[in-house]
Every structure is written in C-alpha cells, then in structure tokens.
C-alpha cells in the first residue's frame, strides 16, 4: 500500500510523516467485476487511489439511461474534489468494470494535513486544476464534434503510437463515456472498417490506415496533441 500512495502524483507534496498519517487509517479494497464501490447520494467520507483494474465513474438520468462519466485506470485518483465541501455526498456512482484493486483514503485526515501544508494545497489544486482543463476540452469536443470524430481520436489517443490497441474495456463503456448510443458505436466501426481506416477484432482494434485515422482525429484535437500512429506496427 506505501508503494501505492508514495507513487500517487495527488500526494507527491507529502513528508514521510505525512504519508504515515494517511496511510494508519487507509484501506486496501478488492472488488469483484461489477461489484459497486459507492453509489450516488452516499456521504463522500473518502477519496480513492486506483491500484489495479479498470473502474467507471457513471450517472445515472431520471429515465434509467447510464452515463459514463470517467472510465479510471491504475494511478489516478478519485473523489478528491469533494474534500473541500462540508458533508458532501458522491454525485456519481463507482463501478468495478474487472477485478480491481483501490486504496480508500479518509477525507477528513487529509483535510487536516493541507490546512497544515500550503505547499502540498497548491500541489493538490493543481493537479485538479489540470484535469478540469482536460475535462473542459472533452466537453468542447462532445458539444462540436461528430461521433466519428470522437471515436477516431479516442482510438488514435489508446494507440499510444501504435498500430493497434485492445480495448480495455466493454464497447458499450466506451460508447457511454463518447456520448454515443451503443448502436451508433457500432455503426461508426463498421464504417470505418468498411473504409479500410481499421479493423476489429473482439476488443482488438487494428489501425489499418494511420493518416486517414488522424484526419479524422485532428478534426477533435482542441489542445491535447493526438498520439502519432507508428504505420509500421499497423498489420
């Protein structure tokens, strides 16, 4: 668990003793695939480290629809936000998309800690503030941008300057957190398969044709520089 939370970028502002404090009242949480962490409406007492699998941060409309509002990979931090608001509860609900592993932090003890830390404050503001940019411009480009935008940037982004990418998590997940119905999903796939752009199988997504890829993707570039697709890994 110290590993875990000496290598959270959230607490890199943090003495030894600091992180001793935070990690005598930590929890180390195992959840099955699909098991729920917390739901909307609970009292936000804690905020999460991800240590291993992959989660969903989702809403849900007044009509049942499912929104996936953050898909959280191992490293990233969780429910931090809400450390500042007095007897806040979670506006959203955390899901277990495979097995995965969190550490829970209490709220409260790391309230104490940046009242006596401005350095580590700042540092924590920061990084919020970071992905506040990052969540901002994702908004702009759902707002603007066609499906097959989206879905071309987000591919070429998890290429990560390959030829190839396995999805890491369920299609219709994806589809959420794009704003887009899993039937147009699906749609937009055939497309661009039927367009010699990719190909797919199962959760593995082949690029086929780079450049026609990051056309498509810079259309959605609104400041995050899109991964450049190495041509010789596509097969």
Same mark, same amino acid.
């Given at each position: 668990?110290?590993?875990?939370?000496?290598?959270?970028?959230?607490?890199?502002?943090?003495?030894?003793?600091?992180?001793?404090?935070?990690?005598?009242?930590?929890?180390?949480?195992?959840?099955?695939?699909?098991? &729920?962490?917390?739901?909307?409406?609970?009292?936000?007492?804690?905020?999460?480290?991800?240590?291993?699998?992959?989660?969903?941060? %989702?809403?849900?409309?007044?009509?049942?629809?499912?929104?996936?509002?953050?898909?959280?990979?191992?490293?990233?931090?969780?429910?931090?936000?809400? #450390? %500042?608001?007095?007897?806040?509860?979670?506006?959203?609900?955390?899901?277990?998309?495979?097995?995965?592993?969190?550490?829970?932090?209490?709220?409260?003890? %790391?309230?104490?800690?940046?009242?006596?830390?401005?350095? &580590?404050?700042?540092?924590?503001?920061?990084?919020?503030?970071?992905?506040?940019?990052?969540?901002?411009?994702?908004?702009?480009?759902?707002?603007?941008?066609?499906?097959?935008?989206?879905?071309?940037?987000?591919?070429?982004?998890?290429?990560?300057?390959?030829?190839?990418?396995?999805?890491?998590?369920? $299609?219709?997940?994806?589809?959420?957190?794009?704003?887009?119905?899993?039937?147009?999903?699906?749609?937009?796939? $055939?497309?661009?398969?039927?367009?010699?752009? #990719?190909?797919?199988?199962?959760?593995?997504? &082949? #690029?086929?044709?780079?450049?026609?890829?990051?056309?498509?993707?810079?259309?959605?570039?609104?400041? &995050?520089?899109?991964?450049?697709?190495?041509?010789?890994?596509?097969?």
């Amino acid at each position: 668990m110290n590993e875990t939370l000496r290598k959270c970028a959230l607490l890199s502002g943090l003495d030894e003793l600091q992180l001793e404090r935070i990690a005598e009242k930590a929890l180390w949480l195992k959840l099955g695939e699909g098991e &729920t962490l917390f739901e909307q409406g609970d009292p936000a007492k804690r905020f999460y480290i991800s240590a291993s699998g992959r989660l969903k941060l %989702f809403n849900l409309s007044q009509s049942g629809d499912e929104k996936v509002v953050r898909i959280i990979t191992p490293g990233e931090t969780f429910g931090e936000a809400l #450390i %500042f608001l007095n007897r806040a509860s979670y506006p959203i609900s955390a899901q277990a998309l495979k097995p995965a592993e969190v550490v829970a932090l209490e709220s409260a003890d %790391f309230a104490a800690i940046l009242r006596e830390s401005i350095d &580590t404050c700042f540092a924590m503001m920061g990084a919020m503030s970071q992905r506040l940019h990052r969540m901002l411009g994702e908004l702009s480009d759902l707002s603007l941008h066609t499906g097959t935008c989206r879905v071309a940037a987000h591919f070429a982004q998890a290429a990560n300057g390959e030829g190839h990418l396995e999805l890491q998590v369920p $299609k219709q997940v994806v589809a959420s957190h794009l704003s887009i119905k899993p039937e147009t999903f699906s749609r937009i796939l $055939k497309n661009l398969s039927n367009n010699g752009i #990719i190909s797919v199988q199962g959760s593995h997504v &082949t #690029i086929a044709d780079p450049p026609a890829l990051l056309e498509l993707a810079s259309v959605c570039n609104t400041g &995050t520089p899109v991964a450049m697709i190495d041509t010789a890994s596509a097969h």
